[in-house]
């Protein structure tokens, strides 16, 4: 199964993208968790995807979409993928059609999730991720145990560089002009499916399986 997740910052790409990897034993390709751990890691890339992420900027399409073909190139990625946070704009989309239909392979299906202005900004502000193990909490929808404590391993938890209300509000409207119009694209193509981003994640994620399975 190969899918992507399309939607706003906030929308929940990435806690769904964990579920459907638990659900379904794909693993979550996300272009966001790969430049962020470059970053972590201080190498060139991620030194260079830093300055940009932290201003609510994207990373040019030529550094993303190389990190991609490498990744799903690789051996965990045979049976299928989730992407989350990729393509963001057209001509990554382009890059990856071209990408799979050389692989010979296809996209199953886009999932697009749609999620109010006001609902975003509150997701991601209070939004606190595992310092270590990436498991993702909010302050109020989804407070950890203890503290500032992950639940899962212990690991102190922080909150994203990128999720200051301003940033946000940058981020939403490069979303708006450079990643909104891949919902035509993959309209055009017939393979774009569009679900309702509110509710329990639990109930967002009935949402979407009924769609791609
Ligand atoms: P990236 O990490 O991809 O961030 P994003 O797309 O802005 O998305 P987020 O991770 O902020 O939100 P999400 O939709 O995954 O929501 P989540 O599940 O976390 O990208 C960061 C940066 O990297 C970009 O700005 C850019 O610079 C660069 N980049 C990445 N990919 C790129 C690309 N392809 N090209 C160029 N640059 C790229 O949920 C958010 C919060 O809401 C959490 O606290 C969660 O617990 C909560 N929540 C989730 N679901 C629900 C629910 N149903 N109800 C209540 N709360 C919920």
């Given at each position: 199964?190969?899918?992507?997740?399309?939607?706003?910052?906030?929308?929940?790409?990435?806690?769904?993208?964990?579920?459907?990897?638990?659900?379904?034993?794909?693993?979550?390709?996300?272009?966001?968790?790969?430049?962020?751990?470059?970053?972590?890691?201080?190498?060139?890339?991620g030194r260079q995807?830093?300055?940009?992420?932290?201003?609510?900027?994207?990373?040019?399409?030529?550094?993303?979409?190389?990190?991609?073909?490498?990744?799903?190139?690789?051996?965990?990625?045979?049976?299928g993928f989730v992407?989350?946070?990729?393509?963001?704009?057209?001509?990554?989309?382009?890059?990856?059609?071209?990408?799979?239909?050389?692989?010979?392979?296809?996209?199953?299906?886009?999932?697009?999730?749609?999620?109010?202005?006001?609902?975003?900004?509150?997701?991601?502000?209070?939004?606190?991720?595992?310092?270590?193990?990436?498991?993702?909490?909010?302050?109020?929808?989804?407070?950890?145990?203890?503290?500032?404590?992950?639940?899962?391993?212990?690991?102190?938890?922080?909150?994203?560089?990128?999720?200051?209300?301003?940033?946000?509000?940058?981020?939403?409207?490069?979303?708006?002009?450079?990643?909104?119009?891949?919902?035509?694209?993959?309209?055009?193509?017939?393979?774009?499916?569009?679900?309702?981003?509110?509710?329990?994640?639990?109930?967002?994620?009935?949402?979407?399986?009924?769609m791609v399975t």
């Amino acid at each position: 199964m190969r899918i992507i997740l399309l939607g706003p910052p906030g929308a929940g790409k990435g806690t769904q993208a964990k579920m459907l990897k638990e659900r379904f034993g794909i693993p979550q390709v996300s272009t966001g968790d790969i430049l962020r751990k470059a970053a972590q890691d201080n190498t060139e890339l991620g030194r260079q995807a830093k300055i940009l992420m932290d201003a609510g900027k994207l990373v040019q399409d030529d550094t993303v979409i190389g990190v991609i073909r490498g990744r799903i190139a690789q051996e965990d990625c045979r049976n299928g993928f989730v992407l989350d946070g990729f393509p963001r704009t057209i001509v990554q989309a382009e890059k990856l059609m071209d990408t799979l239909k050389d692989m010979n392979l296809s996209v199953d299906a886009v999932v697009d999730f749609v999620v109010d202005g006001q609902a975003l900004v509150k997701r991601l502000t209070g939004r606190r991720t595992c310092s270590d193990c990436g498991a993702m909490y909010h302050e109020t929808s989804r407070p950890p145990k203890i503290g500032d404590i992950c639940d899962a391993c212990g690991a102190p938890l922080y909150q994203r560089e990128d999720d200051k209300e301003e940033t946000i509000k940058r981020r939403l409207e490069v979303y708006r002009s450079e990643t909104a119009p891949l919902k035509e694209f993959y309209r055009k193509q017939g393979n774009l499916k569009t679900i309702q981003g509110h509710g329990s994640a639990e109930e967002v994620f009935s949402r979407v399986c009924s769609m791609v399975t």
